[in-house]
């Protein structure tokens, strides 16, 4: 196994992924049967509980074998992380339990971009981006992971104006589709289709649930098949906002 060296855009079957440690046993063992170990988050202490447990607020994967954790995130994670062999740098912010406290790890990555409200993006995140040549596009959105669900290196999906004006200026394919009751995040009324969503391999989209319940299944369908991505639904029940499926090594 090695890394997944861009974040987010795995080049071949995925071997390991971080997930929400709540997810459900269907989701666990959907991505159990293609052979994938999973890493699951403990709850950060200092972040209110319908996030705590999601890995795009607490990590953020650099590239290769390097990631940026926020203090204080679960030891065993981190420990767990560094016994597979990736290098842990901590950042400087410290998480809060309501926003904008919670957003400073939570940078959307899609190739050589990074989106995110650069006003509160963790500075060790952004200086070690900044090395490694990608451009930050600043976006109103915080949350800015959490609502782009990214299909290859210059295509995503979001519900969010913002980015999908800003992604589509910077030459990226970006499918605008409307925030949905369909995808949960308790006790909210809704959670967003980045933190739904993660990549098992070149061109294979893995959801969190069943995209068919989604107001926008067929554009969502439609865009996909354009961008010869497969769809990997890993249960039946509506999609859960997980904080990302975060691919993290590979064949």
């Known amino acids: 196994m090695?890394?997944?060296?861009?974040?987010?855009?795995?080049?071949d079957a995925v071997t390991a992924v971080i997930i929400d440690g709540r997810a459900s046993f269907e989701i666990k063992n959907a991505l159990m049967q293609r052979n994938i170990l999973i890493i699951q988050t403990l709850p950060h202490p200092e972040v209110y509980s319908a996030i705590a447990y999601h890995p795009d607020i607490m990590l953020h994967h650099i590239e290769d074998n390097?990631?940026?954790?926020?203090?204080?995130?679960?030891?065993?994670?981190?420990d767990q992380l560094s016994e597979m062999g990736f290098k842990l740098k901590e950042g400087h912010t410290v998480l809060k339990?309501?926003?904008?406290?919670?957003i400073a790890y939570?940078?959307?990555?899609?190739?050589?971009y990074a989106f995110h409200n650069t006003k509160y993006t963790d500075p060790v995140?952004?200086?070690?981006?900044?090395?490694?040549?990608?451009?930050?596009?600043?976006?109103?959105?915080g949350y800015?992971?959490?609502l782009t669900c990214i299909v290859n290196e210059n295509s995503i999906i979001t519900s969010d104006k913002d980015i999908h004006s800003k992604a589509a200026a910077a030459g990226i394919d970006a499918l605008l589709i409307e925030p949905d009751k369909a995808i949960r995040l308790e006790p909210f009324d809704m959670g967003f289709i980045g933190g739904a969503t993660g990549l098992l391999g070149k061109n294979k989209l893995a959801f969190a649930g069943n995209l068919s319940f989604h107001k926008n299944f067929k554009e969502i369908l439609s865009f996909l098949s354009l961008k010869c991505s497969d769809m990997v639904m890993l249960n039946d029940e509506r999609l859960m906002d997980l904080g990302t499926i975060i691919p993290i090594m590979q064949k």
């Open 144 to 146: 800015a992971k959490c």
């Open 2 to 11: 090695k890394p997944v060296y861009l974040p987010n855009l795995p080049t």
């Open 106 to 112: 939570n940078v959307a990555r899609v190739g050589k």
């Open 125 to 141: 995140v952004r200086e070690l981006l900044e090395e490694a040549g990608v451009k930050f596009i600043d976006v109103k959105q």
């Open 97 to 102: 339990d309501r926003y904008p406290g919670t």
């Open 66 to 78: 390097l990631m940026v954790y926020a203090p204080n995130t679960p030891k065993p994670l981190t």
